[in-house]
C-alpha cells in the first residue's frame, strides 16, 4: 500500500510538473483587431519582428527614345492647285520668308481658264445689269409685260452670283484681273523652306498631292520643335499631358533642354509596342534640327516617393501589401501601390507615408498570424 501510494503521488508531481513548464514557455496569444495584429508587452514574437523608418527618395527617371520633327502646328507644306510647267524657283532651302512671298513661278493653262472664267462672269454680270435697267425703264413705262422684269431680275441674280463664285475662286490662288495663265506658288505663313522637292521647267500636277507624295515646299518655323518619343507602357504613369520632360541630344554631350508633352497616344503600336508621346520644345537658340535623334527623361508628376526596401513587401491576392509597426505592439498590414524598384529599394506611390515605420523582418510571419483569423471568421 504504501509503494502504490508513493507511485501514484509521484505521478501527480511529474504531471503538475510538465503542465506547469507549458503554460510558462506558452506566448501570449495574438490580437487580431481587423487588418491590425496586437501582441502583449511581454510577447517574445515582438523580439523576432525588426521595423525600419521610411523615407523619401527621388523617383528614378526613365529614359525613352525619340526623334525630332517639325512642329506640325506651324509647319506648311505646299501644293499646287492646278496642272502646268515650272517657270521660274524664287527661293531656296534655308531662306527666310514672309507671308504671301513668291515661291515659284507657274505656267497653267489650267489657271488661265480660271482667270477667264472671272473676265467672262464679270462681263455677263455688266450685261445683265444694263438689260435689268432697261426692262425696268419699259415695264415702268407699260411696254413690257412682268414677266420679262422677272426674268431679266433672275438673270441678273444668276450673273452676280457666277460673278462672286470665280472672283472668289481666282483671289482664293491669287490671280489678277490679267488673263496671263502666270500662277504664283505663294507661302501663307512666316518661316523657313526646309524643303524643295521641284525644279524649273518640271511640270507639276494637282494629283500629285495624294498622302505620302513629297510636298513642292515645306515651310516651318524651326524656332519650335516637336520631340516625338517611343515610351513603354510601363512608362505611361509618368507620361501626362503638362509634364515637364528633359530632352538630351549626342550632339550636345551635358546639356539638356525642357520640353512639355502635348499629347499622348491612345493606343500602342501593334508591332513595336511602343506608344507615342509628342513633346513641345523652345529651340529658338537654333541649336536643334529636325530628325534629331534625342533621348528624353521621364519622372512624371512627383519629384519624389516613399521608398521601402522590397523585403517589407510582399504580395497576397493580387495586391501589394506592407506591415506598419503602429507602436505599443500594435501592426497593420496597408495595401500599397508600388512604383519602380531600384536595386533592392521599392517605391511606394500610394499606402505609405513618410515617418512611418514599416516591418522589414517579419512581414510574412505576421501574415500567417492574419490570414488564418480572417479565414476562420468568414
Given amino acids: 500500500m504504501h509503494h502504490r501510494l508513493c507511485g501514484a503521488l509521484a505521478a501527480v508531481v511529474i504531471v503538475a510538473g510538465c503542465n506547469g513548464s507549458s503554460q510558462v514557455e506558452e506566448p501570449p496569444a495574438a490580437k487580431v483587431e481587423g487588418s491590425t495584429i496586437v501582441f502583449a508587452a511581454d510577447s517574445p514574437q515582438r523580439k523576432a519582428l525588426v521595423a525600419e523608418p521610411v523615407s523619401m527618395r527621388p523617383v528614378p527617371a526613365r529614359t525613352v527614345n525619340g526623334r525630332l520633327v517639325w512642329n506640325e502646328d506651324r509647319t506648311v507644306r ?39 472664267e472671272a473676265r467672262r462672269a464679270e462681263g455677263e454680270f455688266v450685261l445683265a445689269e444694263k438689260n435689268l435697267a432697261r426692262v425696268r425703264e419699259l415695264q415702268a413705262a407699260g411696254v413690257a409685260p412682268a414677266k420679262d422684269l422677272n426674268a431679266a431680275e433672275a438673270e441678273h441674280a444668276r450673273a452676280a ?114 506608344i507615342k508621346v509628342r513633346a513641345s520644345l523652345d529651340n529658338s537658340h537654333r541649336k536643334l534640327k529636325g530628325e534629331m535623334f534625342v533621348v528624353a527623361e521621364v519622372t512624371g508628376e512627383a519629384a519624389a516617393h516613399v521608398a521601402v526596401p522590397t523585403r517589407a513587401v510582399f504580395f497576397s491576392g493580387g495586391r501589394h501589401y506592407a506591415f506598419t509597426d503602429d507602436g505599443d505592439g500594435r501592426y497593420t498590414r496597408r495595401e500599397i501601390r508600388i512604383g519602380d524598384t531600384d536595386r533592392d529599394t521599392i517605391h511606394v506611390i500610394e499606402g505609405l507615408a513618410e515617418g512611418q515605420r514599416v516591418v522589414v523582418d517579419g512581414a510574412l510571419a505576421l501574415q500567417q498570424i492574419l490570414v488564418p483569423r480572417r479565414v476562420k471568421k468568414s
Wanted: cysteine-free.
Fill in 161 to 274: 452670283a457666277e460673278r462672286s463664285r470665280a472672283a472668289a475662286r481666282l483671289k482664293l490662288y491669287g490671280g489678277g484681273d490679267a488673263v496671263n495663265q502666270q500662277f504664283a506658288l505663294t507661302s501663307p505663313i512666316a518661316g523657313t523652306v526646309v524643303e524643295r522637292t521641284i525644279n524649273p521647267g518640271q511640270e507639276i500636277r494637282p494629283d500629285q498631292n495624294a498622302p505620302g507624295t513629297p510636298a513642292l515646299f515645306v515651310i516651318t518655323d524651326p524656332r519650335s520643335l516637336w520631340a516625338v518619343l517611343d515610351a513603354q507602357e510601363e512608362d505611361l504613369p509618368r507620361v501626362r499631358v503638362g509634364d515637364t520632360v528633359r530632352v538630351r541630344s549626342p550632339a550636345f554631350p551635358g546639356e539638356t533642354f525642357e520640353a512639355k508633352v502635348t499629347a499622348v497616344a491612345d493606343f500602342l503600336d501593334p508591332v513595336t509596342r511602343v
Fill in 78 to 116: 505646299i501644293y499646287s492647285p492646278f496642272a502646268g510647267r515650272v517657270e521660274r524657283i524664287a527661293v531656296q532651302v534655308g531662306d527666310a520668308v514672309r507671308p504671301g512671298q513668291l515661291l515659284a513661278a507657274v505656267a497653267s493653262p489650267e489657271f488661265g481658264q480660271a482667270q477667264a
